[in-house]
């Protein structure tokens, strides 16, 4: 049974930033990728940011136009996704998600999930 936990969630104002991390109970991390997704209320759960074992392999949902930077520590079984300039269209509970295998931007693909971790942005 693997454990996913979310957490840096909050709320900022508009322009401001947050760093969310995940951390997932793996026996061999290597064999696992990382992803995260997030939820707005009445909107299809949508792909942020993935990244592979070994952090060769990075991808990010096109809202993200550079403002997202998604990172991994095998070391310490965590995934970070540090958020710069966010807007208020970020709003959303952001969920961290675990695979056996390659990196993929949808959610079917994934096979663990965290219980997710509320951003909220004003204007």
């Known amino acids: 049974q693997v454990q996913v936990v979310e957490s840096g969630g909050g709320s900022v104002q508009a322009g401001g930033s947050l760093r969310l991390s995940c951390a997932a109970s793996?026996?061999?991390?290597?064999?696992?990728?990382m992803g995260w997704f997030r939820q707005a209320p009445g909107k299809e759960r949508e792909f942020v940011a993935a990244i592979t074992w070994s952090g060769s392999n990075i991808y990010y949902g096109e809202f993200v136009k550079g403002r997202f930077t998604i990172s991994r520590d095998n070391a310490k079984n965590t995934v970070a996704l540090q958020m710069y300039n966010l807007k208020p269209e970020d709003t959303a509970v952001y969920y961290c998600a675990v695979r056996r295998g390659s990196a993929a931007t949808v959610t079917t693909a994934y096979d663990y999930w965290g219980q997710g971790t509320q951003v909220t942005v004003s204007s």
């Open positions: 793996i026996r061999t991390l290597s064999l696992y990728a």
